[in-house]
């Protein structure tokens, strides 16, 4: 090597040299920099034809990062903030419905008043005993109210936080392209992009905190990033642009809008639809369905308990004609959403269960078997818009034309129901469930509870407008009429002559209402399933709904914090990727100096050589 080439050389070596002493010195003066990654210096050295050292390139920094981590990392941030998320509004929803133990929950106010019923039953006539019974009701129905109008409040929250977290998924996607158009106009520059490349994984971290999104890189090392089902989030240095529009007052049942995308091309979808997990798709999760759902089982516990109170069995009579026999029913004290329960053997020899419902709105028609809970049963919808007996028959027989029984008018304006022996077809029993429309008079129940949300009004779980039931929980009340005379509670016979004041069968009746029912309840509401629906006492559900929401409670709780411990793992080896250990490039440091100055005594001696063969010419 002659002394020119042995010069270059050890110019380009100071030259490197110089380049890693200052990279290492910024690793060294960031290592608490939180997203700092580790950076290398990259050289590439030419040679001339003969072998000797031509130039050296040394300007490419390099970042030190385990993309394959990273990528875990970023899809694990979406589970984690999904899980907190759902595990954060679970835990104060069972903060509302409370616990069996707690005395202000509503499984704790169902059970007093159910004693104090019990109470009654032994003392009727006691006007403190009555007291107690409509204080308890009134507290159950003002816990239902507030609950209600409690979760509401959570679904606004979400709606809000659905608007705020739109906004910085904008703000996300905008930083992102200005930082990729910096490091593509970088990269086309030949200068180092590394320090950009770090706040863009800033950025994306967050983003993925919000929606488990896929991102890959594209040409000039910008971002192509698309949702879990593959649409188009950010693509060509080009970010598609968030739209939600916030609802101002989340109404019973109503659904919250979703967050919209509009691509850099024009395209539109439904972002949340198109996701499958992070904090956004959480949030519109709980606004549209946990939240709904726990308003449906308050709603349920709320119609069920007035119903329980409120309705009573009209039985029918034995009816026979000529070898045929069966009932006859009196169907005058229907009501939308009162029921007729019909048993029966059809030609096969199977038995079967027909339940008609009530309806005053023909367009209704025809309903499905998923208008009642009993999943063994046939439902027909009935037209009684008319108020007129003799119709509804008309359009019960028109209903019941297919089961092979004789269905007709008796002639006095009830329902005849009756089997054919040459079918053959039996008739089991007929039934109607409907809803006392008076204090007294009419059987032993009682409307401890009406429907308060405009004008106080009966209870019928009718299906119109959307159904009674819906958001009844909002605005289930005490019976105004009972708030004035607790004797109602024991007063239910004027006619022909009043019952005593000692008399405990209504009270007795209310009482076993309460606890001794075995009713089905609507699984929509998520207690039970379709096939096997929840059945029990109204207290049961009510116990059962509670327990529900403390079982999901700690269900969420449970699957976050093992979100949590894997994304803290992740974290821990991701970080240990990228970050700086100061020992190494402290002593990487001593290294380069020792290389710096072994390079400068070579440029010295060359210096000297080259002195002394000046002086020799």
Do not use: C, W
């Amino acid at each position: 090597m002659g002394l020119t080439s042995a010069l270059n050389t050890a110019v380009f070596g100071i030259t490197y040299n110089q380049r890693q002493l200052d990279v290492t010195a910024a690793n060294i003066a960031n290592a608490d920099t939180a997203g700092y990654s580790k950076k290398t210096v990259s050289a590439n050295a030419y040679f001339d034809g003969q072998g000797n050292v031509a130039g050296i390139s040394a300007t490419e920094v390099r970042r030190v990062v385990n993309e394959q981590i990273q990528a875990d990392y970023f899809n694990s941030l979406a589970d984690t903030n999904y899980a907190k998320q759902i595990a954060d509004y679970t835990d104060r929803l069972d903060d509302i419905f409370g616990t069996i133990d707690d005395k202000s929950s509503l499984s704790s106010l169902a059970g007093q008043l159910s004693s104090s019923l019990q109470t009654l039953v032994n003392d009727p006539g006691n006007y403190a005993a009555q007291q107690e019974v409509v204080a308890a009701a009134d507290a159950f129905a003002r816990e239902l109210n507030s609950s209600y109008e409690q979760i509401a409040d959570l679904r606004q929250e979400a709606d809000d936080s659905l608007s705020r977290q739109t906004d910085a998924v904008n703000d996300l996607l905008s930083g992102i392209e200005d930082i990729d158009s910096a490091i593509r106009d970088a990269s086309q520059a030949g200068v180092s992009t590394a320090e950009m490349e770090d706040e863009r994984d800033r950025l994306v971290e967050q983003l993925s905190g919000y929606l488990d999104v896929t991102v890959t890189k594209g040409t000039n090392e910008t971002l192509f990033i698309q949702t879990a089902d593959g649409q188009q989030l950010y693509a060509d240095n080009q970010a598609s642009t968030l739209s939600f529009s916030p609802s101002h007052l989340l109404q019973p049942g109503q659904l919250g809008n979703s967050v919209m995308v509009t691509t850099p091309g024009g395209t539109t979808y439904d972002l949340i639809a198109g996701s499958k997990s992070g904090a956004m798709v959480a949030t519109a999760e709980l606004r549209d369905d946990i939240l709904v759902e726990a308003q449906k089982q308050l709603d349920t516990i709320a119609a069920e308990m007035s119903l329980a109170f409120s309705n009573v069995t009209v039985e029918s009579s034995a009816a026979t004609v000529g070898p045929d026999t069966g009932f006859d029913l009196d169907v005058s004290a229907l009501q939308p959403g009162n029921t007729i329960t019909l048993e029966y053997t059809d030609t096969l020899g199977q038995s079967q269960t027909v339940t008609l419902v009530a309806v005053d709105d023909p367009s209704l028609l025809p309903l499905d078997d998923a208008a009642t809970a009993n999943p063994n049963d046939t439902v027909f919808g009935i037209d009684i818009s008319s108020g007129t007996p003799a119709t509804y028959i008309t359009n019960i027989v028109a209903a019941l034309g297919a089961t092979g029984l004789q269905v007709s008018n008796d002639g006095s304006d009830n329902l005849r129901v009756l089997g054919d022996v040459g079918a053959p077809t039996s008739v089991q029993s007929l039934s109607a469930n409907v809803t006392v429309t008076a204090n007294s008079d009419q059987g032993l129940g009682l409307a401890i509870f009406v429907d308060n949300r405009d004008t106080p009004e009966l209870f019928t779980d009718s299906l119109e407008d959307g159904g009674q039931r819906l958001g009844y929980a909002s605005g289930i009340s005490v019976n105004p009429d009972l708030l004035a005379d607790s004797a109602l509670l024991v007063n239910y016979q004027t006619t022909p002559t009043a019952n005593t004041t000692n008399d405990p069968a209504r009270a007795q009746y209310l009482a076993n209402a309460l606890n001794n029912g075995a009713n089905y309840y609507d699984p929509t509401s998520g207690i039970g399933s379709s096939s096997t629906p929840f059945k029990g006492s109204v207290v049961d559900f009510v116990n059962q709904t509670v327990a529900f929401q403390g079982n999901q409670a700690e269900d969420a709780a449970t699957y976050s914090k093992s979100k949590e411990a894997l994304t803290s793992n992740l974290a821990i080896r991701y970080e240990e990727s990228y970050a700086v250990d100061l020992d190494a490039e402290l002593a990487f440091m001593v290294q380069l100096e020792n290389a710096y100055a072994a390079n400068a005594r070579v440029m010295q001696t060359i210096n000297e050589l080259f002195d002394e063969l000046l002086r020799i010419v």
